[in-house]
């Protein structure tokens, strides 16, 4: 593993470790001048604006699954920050440097989804969503923490492929959803709690770097180190 000399201990010479993380130990230390907000020029950050129907990774043993390689030609170790569930779009930060995987992955930077509601739904529901609703997590309970909710009037993100499938005789509400802590399939598990099932949900914001509304899925931008720093992604 170039930056090594040895079989690190932490990814075992893979590059990334068990939980998808870009191995920090094998990832070329910047010079003392060069760390945040500084970043040397080796990292590498992108953005892509993750399309329905791919799993937010590069393998897969599951023959005929959709892959973010398919998408973009990415460098050598870059690493997807995180995750989109397959049926979620919107934006995918990707890097090779593992001191910004662990940073947005240690709920320190908020994220927003804006997610499309079956039903027209009501204020106590949406109060119940910010106050902190009981979801299923690995077998109990959990009480998600307040979060910022609010309706949305002006959605204009290119139809779905497939579309959604709406209910023949109920109404659809689009809401915006901003918080810092990400359970496995949180926002969806939130939104039915409330009685108000997912139809469609994109990631819209992580920290100050928004996607928008113009975009297409499968789009792909390099970020600079300025645009990173600017954003608020890095650690202080």
């Known amino acids: ?14 590059g990334f470790t068990d939980n998808g993380v870009a191995c920090d ?33 590069f393998v897969c043993d599951i ?5 973010l390689g398919e998408l973009y030609t990415f460098p050598e170790r870059i690493m997807p920050v995180g995750r989109l569930d397959e049926d979620s779009e919107g934006l995918l930060l990707l890097s090779n440097y593992g001191l910004f995987h662990k940073h947005l992955l240690a709920h320190e930077v908020e994220k927003e989804y804006w997610i499309l509601v079956e039903g027209e739904i009501t204020d106590e529901a949406i109060e119940l969503l910010r106050n902190g609703i009981g979801i299923s997590y690995h077998y109990n309970i959990y009480q998600t923490k307040p979060c910022v909710v609010n309706r949305l009037t002006e959605v204009h993100f290119a139809e779905r492929t ?18 810092k802590e990400g359970k496995f399939r949180q926002v969806r598990k939130m939104a039915a709690a409330a009685g108000y099932p997912v139809l469609r949900l994109i990631r819209k914001r992580v920290g100050g770097l928004e996607l928008s509304q113009e975009s297409l899925p499968g789009a792909v931008i390099q970020l600079s180190v300025q645009q990173v720093v600017a954003a608020q992604l890095l650690p202080v």
Not at 1 to 14: D, H, I, L
Not at 63 to 67: A, E, G, Y
Not at 162 to 179: C, D, E, F, N
């Open 63 to 67: 023959k005929k699954k959709k892959l």
């Open 162 to 179: 497939p579309r959604v499938r709406y209910h023949k005789y109920k109404g659809h509400t689009w809401l915006s959803i901003a918080l």
């Open 25 to 57: 130990w094998c990832m070329p230390e910047p010079a003392a001048e060069n760390k945040a907000p500084g970043v040397d020029e080796r990292f590498l950050f992108y953005a892509l604006h993750k399309p329905y129907g791919y799993l937010s990774q």
């Open 1 to 14: 593993m170039a930056g090594c000399g040895y079989v690190c201990p932490q990814c075992e010479g893979r």
